[in-house]
């Protein structure tokens, strides 16, 4: 009995390690499609989506099934449930990433409004998160999933550089603002992504530690 739940959580885990891998996929085709005004693989971000979608409904339904069937108890409900909470964030993370993508093809229409620098490292820098998330996620590794909290603050401070960036841009020039306006919803985009991985790495820690862990912005 017990081999069998420990086989039906290793695949919820698998599944989820899966989606987690298919939105930095996105996020990275995502930045590329930016960076390079390349409309075909910003499409192909858009298309992946769906995949994200249909992978939230499967893991989900699995989660469900392992509850009805094995009627497990203390941390492994909490693995169960933290996998259950972190679909909701990857499904809206790869909304974001599809965001990015969107607006890569608004992009790629016209010349740069500038060379693309900061955008392209919240990029990098998310993809490193996911990287982290995943290594905690299968290395049992809550001091890594609190590593993930600290990026999370690298990349607002990045939003925080390109939109301050941006507003000079509109108010020297009048003419920029419809680029810059799409640009600084780029970069909200990936600043919202990172803090779906946030919610992602306080939920692992809970499941590690059962500490209900919360950055300080959290708190109010």
Known sequence: MREALDRALNQLLEESLRMLSLVRE??????????????????????????????ELKVENQAIAVIAR????????????????????????????????????LLAQEPPLKRYVTLPEMGRRLMEMMDALAKAVAERDANLARRVLEMDDQVDGLYEEVTRELITYMMEDPRTITKALTLMRVARSYERLGDHLENIAERVIYWLTGEVYKAPEDVY
């Open 70 to 105: 094995h009627q497990p108890v203390a941390s492994d409900l909490r693995l169960i449930f933290t996998v259950i909470k972190a679909l909701t964030d990857l499904e809206r993370a790869g909304d974001y990433a599809m965001h990015v993508a969107e607006d890569a093809l």
């Open 26 to 55: 996105m996020t990275q085709e995502a930045t590329e499609a930016l960076v390079q005004a390349d409309r075909a693989k910003a499409q192909g971000v858009v298309a992946k989506d769906k995949e994200v979608d249909a992978l």
